[in-house]
């Protein structure tokens, strides 16, 4: 795996978008990181998902942990199915609009929205505070649906808002306009029979990194993003795991949803989207991949033909 400066790497694109449209689809500098099978979906600390006082973009002084943000090992907040070892208040799921109605006929009601959509939505949603926590650290107490704690945010030294403002980062209450949140994958009966599938979704048993994704690409034999295209391979259960299926991305009460964590790991600073660098301005030095589970990120649209065979 190698590693390197974003902005260098950031800097580098600029040069490279300046001269040709093309050259950002490629690799360019020949620096996309690659993962392979059995690596750790890692690096949140020095990613945005770092809200402690250690943290390199947004901080707070009320705390050095990082975990807690998120999780606590005791009193967790179980309610509408939350998972896991869930230390943050949440909006209830009802305050959600979900995306109703899809062409291929599945319904999503405001009351599905659960599971680990409710988890990422508890700060992406723009309204609940980074501070609204469960069971705060050491002797700072426990609240069953979470209290803001009151503690000061600042990026930079900047004094920032405790929530989310950034119109790109606020998914917001209204799901409707988003990819369908906590809908059930209806998926093809086999690899070669689509019949009852919808929106010619993959059979849910297909290991991913055995995807064909470049056979009907101008350049098929892939040296394109580093080789990462034709790989395939996701952030899984917390490694790069080469054996995983569609159903290991599947969430929810029954397991057979798709929900925020289907695409995205909050944990994995994923360094193999070189694509997305080039759209970070100067002043955000930091990119996460956008925590997307695959390893080079939405390249050649992957995260979204894994699971739709278009
Ligand atoms: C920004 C919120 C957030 C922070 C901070 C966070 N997690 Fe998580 N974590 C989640 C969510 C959401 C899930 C569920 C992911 C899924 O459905 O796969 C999860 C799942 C996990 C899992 C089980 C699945 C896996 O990927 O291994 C472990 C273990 C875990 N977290 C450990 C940690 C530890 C340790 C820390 C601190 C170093 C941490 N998390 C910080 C949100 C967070
Ligand atoms: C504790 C609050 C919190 C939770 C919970 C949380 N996030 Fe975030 N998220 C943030 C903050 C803060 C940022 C960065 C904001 C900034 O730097 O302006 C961020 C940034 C992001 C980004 C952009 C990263 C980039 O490369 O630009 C994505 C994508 C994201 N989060 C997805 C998720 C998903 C998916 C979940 C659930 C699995 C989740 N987040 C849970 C607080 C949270
Ligand atoms: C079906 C896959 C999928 C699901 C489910 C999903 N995302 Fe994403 N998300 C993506 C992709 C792909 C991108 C990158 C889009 C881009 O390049 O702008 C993204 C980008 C983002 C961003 C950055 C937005 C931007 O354009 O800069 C945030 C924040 C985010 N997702 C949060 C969430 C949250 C919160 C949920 C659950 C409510 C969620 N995502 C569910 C695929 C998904
Ligand atoms: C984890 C699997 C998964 C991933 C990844 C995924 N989708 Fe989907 N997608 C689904 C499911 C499930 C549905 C619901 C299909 C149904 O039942 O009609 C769906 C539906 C859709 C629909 C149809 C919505 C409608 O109203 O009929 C579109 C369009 C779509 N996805 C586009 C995308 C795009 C673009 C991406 C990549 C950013 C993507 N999907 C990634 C699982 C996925």
Partial sequence: MKRFLTLALAASMGVFMAGSAFAVVGDPAGTVDTYSAGDPANGI???????GSFSMHISTLGTTELCVF???????NTANNLKPMWNRGTSAPTSFTAYG??????TVASADIGSTSLACLSCHDGVTTF??????????????????????????????????????????LDLSNDHPM?????????????????????????TISTIDLTSDTADSSVTYDGGNLAKNLWAVRG???????????????????????????????NKSYNEVDSTYANSEFESNGLFL???GGNTGSGVCRTCHAK
């Fill in 239 to 269: 490694f790069i795991d080469g054996d995983a299926t569609i159903a290991d991305l599947l969430r929810g009460a029954s397991n057979n949803t798709v929900e925020c964590s289907s695409c995205h790991d909050p944990h994995f600073n």
């Fill in 293 to 295: 589970r695959r390893v």
């Fill in 45 to 51: 600390v020095s990613s945005r998902h770092n809200l």
């Fill in 70 to 76: 998120c999780h606590t090992p005791h009193h967790t």
């Fill in 101 to 106: 109605t899809t062409i291929g006929g599945t």
């Fill in 182 to 206: 906590s809908i059930v994958y209806n998926g093809a009966v086999s690899a070669t029979n689509y019949t009852g599938s919808r929106a010619s979704l993959r059979a849910s048993n297909t």
């Fill in 131 to 172: 501070d609204n926590i469960v069971n705060a650290p050491g002797k700072g107490g426990v609240s069953a649906t979470g209290s803001v704690r009151g503690w000061v945010f600042s990026d930079f030294g900047s004094p920032v808002p405790s929530n989310l403002v950034s119109s790109r980062l606020v998914i917001g």
